[in-house]
């Protein structure tokens, strides 16, 4: 779980404006650039450098940059969106990659495809199906990572918004799941924290090195995670949740 480097996107003014399926307000932007400011002095203490891009008006979902692309430390995916107002982002995170990697694939149309549905562990990709992620998009990037020495399989997402809503690695074996995810097959060979109903929105979680990001508020996941020997910093993400964003969403990380 070694990172080094993070990439992320500030938050638009238009932010507040953006997609969301969440019935908890309207986002406070003021307090969403708080929470922001601190998710990176969080990461920085983890030990990474950070890329802070410019924000984009254009693009109010531009800050959950995950989505775009999909990055490991040799090569990067340029994503296809599966929301139209957002397939526009990754001209700007293409621009940012290229700083960084020489070898660049890119999902086709008709494909779709969201960095929020794919979840790497060690060498293993899991790529779910979701509304935003189809088959086309999820098996194009399966063959490009077969294509780099990965594996890759597909996962049927049927409750939640992305994969990695309801499932996070957190390494040496071991993932936190919630829902559907609980005992599910497609991830039987790990060790699982459980997270309960009700406290479900903390099953997206960053490992950073020897820091575990977790959404502040959540309890009964936070005593889980410590118990199983990991440090964590928790953050408040009220402005994110709002807007159907997690930890993981706002950054890219290699």
Request: charge should be negative; hydrophobic fraction near 35%.
């Amino acid at each position: 779980m070694n990172i080094t480097q993070v990439i992320v996107k500030k938050p638009s003014s238009s932010y507040v404006n953006g997609l969301t399926t969440a019935s908890l307000g309207k986002a406070d932007f003021p307090r969403a650039l708080e929470q922001h400011d601190k998710y990176v002095a969080a990461l920085k203490t983890a030990g990474v450098k950070v890329k802070e891009s410019a924000a984009e008006e254009a693009y109010p979902d531009a800050v959950f940059v995950e989505d775009p692309a999909i990055v490991t430390n040799s090569f990067a995916v340029i994503t296809r969106p599966g929301a139209d107002s957002r397939k526009g982002e990754t001209t700007a995170i293409e621009k940012v990659l290229k700083e960084f990697h020489e070898r660049i694939y890119y999902i086709e149309a008709p494909g779709t495809l969201e960095g929020g549905d794919v979840l790497q562990a060690e060498n293993h990709f899991y790529i779910g199906l979701s509304t935003r992620t189809n088959r086309e998009g999820a098996e194009q990037l399966q063959e490009i990572l077969k294509q780099e020495g990965y594996t890759a399989s597909l996962v049927e997402v049927k409750e939640f918004f992305h994969l990695k809503t309801g499932i996070s690695y957190l390494g040496e074996g071991r993932v936190l799941a919630a829902g559907e995810f609980i005992d599910h097959p497609a991830f039987q060979e790990y060790e699982q924290i459980t997270v309960l109903p009700e406290e479900e929105y903390a099953a997206n979680c960053v490992r950073i090195n020897d820091e575990v990001l977790i959404p502040a508020g959540f309890s009964d996941t936070r005593k889980k995670i410590e118990a199983a020997g990991y440090q964590v910093i928790p953050l408040e993400m009220s402005e994110f949740q709002k807007q159907d964003g997690g930890l993981s969403c706002l950054s890219l990380r290699f």
